[in-house]
Structure formats: C-alpha cells, structure tokens
C-alpha cells in the first residue's frame, strides 16, 4: 500500500474514531453548535470557494439542474447551519444499551450501541452533503471520510477547513472530518480497497456511482437512493383521495427518489378514474406513457414500452398501467421496483393488509404519498440517506443506523463447562 | 446469464422466499417438527451415504479431525434433529412490529420484522450445518440456499432429499431449501454474483473462504468467525479466579473461534502469576510462546515472534505478552485482534470500565471466560455463525439477525405538503 492522500486520510480517520468513540454528548454538541457558528460567521468565505465551483460548472456547461444544487448563498449556508444544530438536538444513540439480561450461571450480559468507527460518503455535486454528512457522523461518534465531486471542489474545501477548526477548538480529533481532495476516479477506487480502515461506505449519488461501488468494494456498503416507486389505486378506492394522493406523489418534487415513477391502477375504476387524472397532471406538465389498455382510455398520451416500467425518471413522466386486480399490482411492483416506497390506496380492509404483507420494500404505504419517505417526515430525524438494501439498514438511515452493537459481558468468574 | 443449476436453484429459492415471508409461525414449527423426525427415521439412510464420504475422505488422506467433524452416527444425527426441535421453539422474529408511532399529521408509522428472503451458506465438511442452516433460514421465513463442501456431498444430498421432503408435506415451498450439488470453485464464484436472487451471503469456514467471498462477492456478505481472542489479567485480578479463566479459555476447546490465543498480563503481577499458570498449561499440553520479559520469568517456553500474535492457533498453543498497563493492553488487542472476544480479569472498577469502553470487539468480557461467545450461552438461542463485522450483525447471530425490517405506514389520505 502506498501511501497515498487516500490512504494517509483513511488512517488518520481511523484513528480519530477510537478517540470518537468515547466523547460525551455534551462535548460532540458543543462542536456541532460550534460548526453551525463557524459556517454562518465565515459565510463569504464559503460563497467565494463557492463562486470559483459555479463559474466553472458554468464553463464546462453543466446542465442548469445541477449547477442549480451546486450553488451556495446566505439561506443555504443558514440551512447547512440549522441542520447541525438539529443534529445536537437530536438523542446521543451511542452507550445505549438496548437490552440486558442475567444468565442462570450469573454472568449479565448486555447490548450496547458503539460507534461504526469511520464511515466513508462519496457523493456528487451537492456542497450541503458535506455539512449533513459530517455533523450526523460526528453525532454517532464516527469520523467521517468525505469525497465530494470535483464539481464542488473549492466548496467542500472551504467548508471542511471551517467546520474542522471549529470542531477541533471544542476537542474533537483533527481526523475527525477528513476530505479526500482528489476527485479522480482512482480516490473512490482506493477507498473501495481499504477494508480495516473504514467500516462502511455510503455512496450517494447517481445509480452509475452506486452501482460501480457496490460491484467493486471490499469494503461494505450500503446502497442508498434509487426509486422506481409505485402508487396502486385499488377497485375500492376514495377516487377523490387517490387523485390527491397520486398527484401528489408524482409532482410535488419529481427529482427526488421518493416520487412516484409508475402508477398502478385497478380495471375495474380506469376509465371513471383516468380521465381526470391525466387531465390534472398534463395541465402540470407531466408526460404520461400508458400501456396498451391506457391509451385507450385516454388518447392523448405515449404508449408505453417495456423500459418504462424500469425507469426512475427522476422528472415529470409517469408511467401508468392498468391492471386486473392486486395480484397483478403486486407481482408488477415486486418485479420492477427497486424496493424504496409502494403505497396503495383501498378502501378494503383486506387489500390494505395483503399490500403491507406481499409488498417487499423499505416502505409500504396505505392510503399516503410516497413523498413522506424520508428522515424528517418520518419523525427520526435528519439521515444520511436511504437505504434501498436490506442488511444492516433499510430506508432512512438516522443516527441509531450509523452505529453497530457490541456485547458487553460482566462475570465474576465464570467459566464455561 | 446461462441458466446453470447455480441460478436455477436460486431462482427457486427466490420463488420460494416470497411465499416462505407470509407462511404463520405454525406451518414453520410444524415442518421443523417434521424435518426432524424424518431425519430420524431415515438414521440409516444417511449413515449409508454419509460412510461413502468418510471413505473417500479416508481414501484422500483428509486430516483425522476433519474426518471426524464429517463421521455421523445415530447420535450425531439425533443432535441435529433436536437442533431442529429447538428452533420450533424459538420465538418466530416474523412479523414483529419493533415500534410504532403517530405523526402529527396522523401518519402511523411501524417497523415490522420481515425476513431477508434468500440467504446463501457457504461452508466447510460439516454436515450438521446443512441441518442447521435450512431450520434456521426457514423459522426466520427465509429460503436457504446450501452449498457444503465436496467431502460431505453424499451426506449432503442425502439429510437435504429427507428434510425437503418432510417440510414438503407441511406445506412448505420446495425451494425453501436448495442443495447446490456442484461443488467446484466456479459454484461459489456464480454465487457471489446473484445479486437480486441471493439476498445475503454467509460463508462458514476457514480464513481462506471468508476472504475469497469478503473480497469477491457482490451480494453482501455477513464475515463469520475468525478469533484471535485475547485474555487481559490487569494487576488486581483475583490470580485464583484469573487462572481459571484463562486455564478454561484456552484449554476448553481450543479448536474453535472463541477460544483464548493470547494471554496479556500485567508486569506488576507477571512474576507471581506465570510460573504457576504456564506449569498447568504445560500439563494440559499447551504449547506457550512468550514475549522477551515472559521467557525472564519462565524459561522451558518457544520465544513468539510477530506472526504469534495476529496468529488464531485453534489449537494447544498461547501467545504470552507481559504488557505496561492497561493502555499496552488495549493497545494491544485493537491492533492485533479480530474483533471477535476480548476479556480483562480484575478487580479495580475503573479497570473494568475501560476495558469494556475501548476494546472494540463484538463481545468483551470482564471476569469470565471468552468461551461463553456463543448464541445458546448468550441465551438467544440457536445461532448461524458468530459475526465479526459491524454491519447488520455483531456477535452470534440468531433469528433476529436473519431478519431485516421493513417500514409499514397507515395513513389516510396524507400528501406532502
């Protein structure tokens, strides 16, 4: 192994997270607070590092939507801020034991929640994940090793070099919040490799990036964010809700993974309940693709073909396909879905439990938006994504997800016979 | 993709997985019931194909102990079949609503346990793990695909034929369990590249097997058993009770992985403890390695080298260091160990805390003995293998880590606003 800046930050986080793991609430708050400080008093510092990013995302023609995300002003920095503040705010998980019990020989024996040690992120052009990243790690006593997108290369340094010193002066360790400043695909490639020095990897990104680390790493990972995501409207639905419900889902953020992508609709109502669905949602500027017995309820629409099923199209397209009954809706999702959020809207007692059971994702809805996966919404707090797998976590990833259990054993001499 | 007997027999698995999630906890217990008095009946049936094996192994000069582990007898059989009798009795993780609360806006929001759906065990020349696995898998609702080593296949094929079928006729799925026959090294390798029909993947072996399927697996992996677990006598240690324990750490079973494979000790006590524990280790035919101040204090030992401490004997052989405290100590064990168990003797409060705050390991263990790591003595019932790593499972891992969850929301009528 040679040593790198890769390498050389991996171990300087890997020691920082020894010394993590046993720092007190009180003083993992006060660096938050103190970060949040830092960030809003150094604010034209970080909007110049900032400028230098955008002027040359805007040279290189990067399209409007992520120069859009890339941008950093005086309310964004405000909200990076907030955000850490929210996270001292939130219960320490660490040190918690979540059970324990005495054995017949006496020996008590006890689960406690314990940091994961270094948690590496790799993301793409979004200067804000730096900040969230950093604070909910910190807050579950992990370092965090951070490689943003070259994009954002001159934010991310700015922020980093401000929430760092922050940090340090209330006594976390300087390895504590390390970016990779490299932005080459070899850096992600080199941290895929360093198994023992960091525990986890959380790429957050496009399904390219996803798909590339959870092929190539030997570090585990947790795959977060795709969401092919489906809204089934029952025979015995409220149409007047499932309307709501539908196009809620599909426009009130169409680039993010919870909307819904594809919408499911019983036979039995499709032609009472299309029509003045599609009507609403073309007036908002949503291109609908209908599968065969669609269009012929509604005309004006493209036909569908078979990658529409497949596609999160992360923009204002939907894909709809009428379907006889709820075994065709659930055999449809369990086929396409990337297993994010399902939701069904009934007014049956017995389909609403048979949707909950035979749907396999991280969130299963009755008669809601999909639009409330989410951290915040969910009531658990701020996350550091979605998970769309099923070991170790599954959907929003809090603080308690950043953190593993050891066994905890108190004797007093037993041996085993 | 070719359609290998690989695929085809994860493709059932998978088939299988969705119906197994929904199956009640009384058609599992009954099958598992029935499982074992199958494999009780047929006693003679699988002695026959299991002697094919032994003598090929014999023929194949396989080393006496791994002969011995394949050797099964009515006995041996009669174990496996309680094993499963066992498992019926275990509270069904299934279905489990961990937590469940409202949000202001009247969402209610649960988190039910769910099973993984295909779990793949990759293992050694143990028959019985063929048992345990399918019991296991299937009371968590999973499928179990089984890939055993070529020196057992004829037991293999033969336990495998006698509990499908008896679960058969409690109506469970036929690929709730699937034997891969082939056991070449390509089958592994197709294993490890399901990704979407194998849910996780468990490899139970040797360091070389974990390695290969940590390193090359794209499904994810839960890393089992490696041990290279350390006993502290700190300097107030009861010696009388510090003897004990070591004596039984290492000398209990030393062929398995929580077995102790080096001792620290104290140098304010070194001289007084040592001579008395290395003369009734030696007795016991232990084979002691001591650092440069151990070979001052007793002199008819081998002098260790580097390798002896990242080195798990798994057998009649301990690594002695003396060490300056306990920061040597736990300085010591986080960089030698594998995480797995970890103990300290003493009697000073302080002592104990730390210990139990610093090691990182997946069980540490104040006054006892390190051979308590296991899923029966913990109290948890039958376990799959002891995990060493972070993610999703930490320790011995039982139902529950055979689990995943999912998020189940109720709402009625609920859009983001």
Redo the contacts between chains.
């Keep these: 192994m040679n040593k790198s800046e890769v390498f050389e930050r991996a171990s300087k986080a890997k020691d920082a997270a020894?010394l993590l793991?046993?720092l007190s609430t009180e003083v993992k708050n006060n660096a938050l607070l103190a970060m949040a400080d830092a960030l809003e008093q150094e604010t034209d510092t970080i909007i110049q590092s900032n400028k230098i990013d955008v002027e040359i995302g805007k040279k290189k023609n990067l399209p409007a939507a992520l120069v859009d995300r890339l941008v950093l002003n005086e309310s964004r920095i405000k909200g990076m801020a907030d955000g850490l503040r929210e996270v001292a705010e939130l219960p320490d998980p660490v040190g918690k034991v979540i059970s324990m019990?005495r054995?017949p020989n006496g020996?008590e024996?006890g689960r406690r929640r314990?940091p994961?040690?270094v948690v590496g992120i790799i993301y793409e052009a979004r200067p804000n994940v730096t900040v969230d990243a950093a604070g909910l790690a910190l807050k579950a006593g992990n370092a965090a090793l951070l490689r943003g997108s070259s994009e954002a290369i001159n934010s991310n340094k700015a922020i980093v070099k401000i929430i760092k010193s922050a940090a340090r002066g209330k006594g976390i360790p300087p390895g504590a919040i390390e970016l990779i400043e490299r932005t080459d695909r070899k850096a992600v490639e080199e941290m895929m490799k360093l198994?023992g020095y960091i525990?986890?990897l959380i790429p957050r990104g496009g399904p390219g990036l996803i798909k590339a680390v959870?092929?190539n790493s030997?570090v585990?990972?947790?795959e977060t964010g795709a969401g092919n995501c489906h809204t089934y409207i029952e025979a015995s639905a409220?149409l007047k809700?499932a309307k709501?419900?539908a196009?809620?889902?599909k426009t009130?953020?169409p680039g993010v993974c919870n909307a819904m992508e594809t919408l499911l609709v019983d036979k039995r109502i499709a032609q009472e309940f299309l029509p003045e669905l599609v009507k609403v949602l073309q007036e908002a500027g949503v291109d609908i693709r209908g599968c065969e017995e669609t269009c012929k309820i509604v005309t004006n629409i493209k036909r569908a073909n078979e990658d529409d099923w497949s596609t999160e199209y992360l923009d204002l397209t939907l894909a709809v396909k009428i379907v006889n009954g709820i075994d065709e809706a659930i055999a449809h999702i369990?086929k396409y879905s990337t297993k994010h959020s399902e939701a069904i809207v009934t007014r049956d007692y017995n389909m609403?439990r048979r949707f909950?059971?035979?749907v396999?994702?991280?969130?299963?809805?009755?008669?809601?938006?999909t639009?409330?996966?989410d951290g915040n919404?969910?009531?658990l707090g701020a996350e550091m994504g979605i998970s769309t797998?099923?070991?170790?976590a599954?959907?929003p990833m809090g603080l308690e997800e950043l953190t593993?259990?050891?066994?905890?054993?108190?004797?007093?001499?037993?041996?085993?016979k």
């Design positions: 020894r793991s046993n019990w054995r020996l024996i314990v994961l040690g198994r525990d986890v959870v092929e030997i585990p990972v947790i409220d809700m709501a419900i196009f809620n889902a009130h953020r369990n609403s909950l059971e035979e396999d994702a991280a969130a299963v809805y009755v008669n809601a938006s639009r409330f996966t919404q969910f009531g797998q099923k070991l170790h599954r959907g593993t259990t050891k066994f905890v054993i108190y004797g007093n001499g037993q041996i085993r």
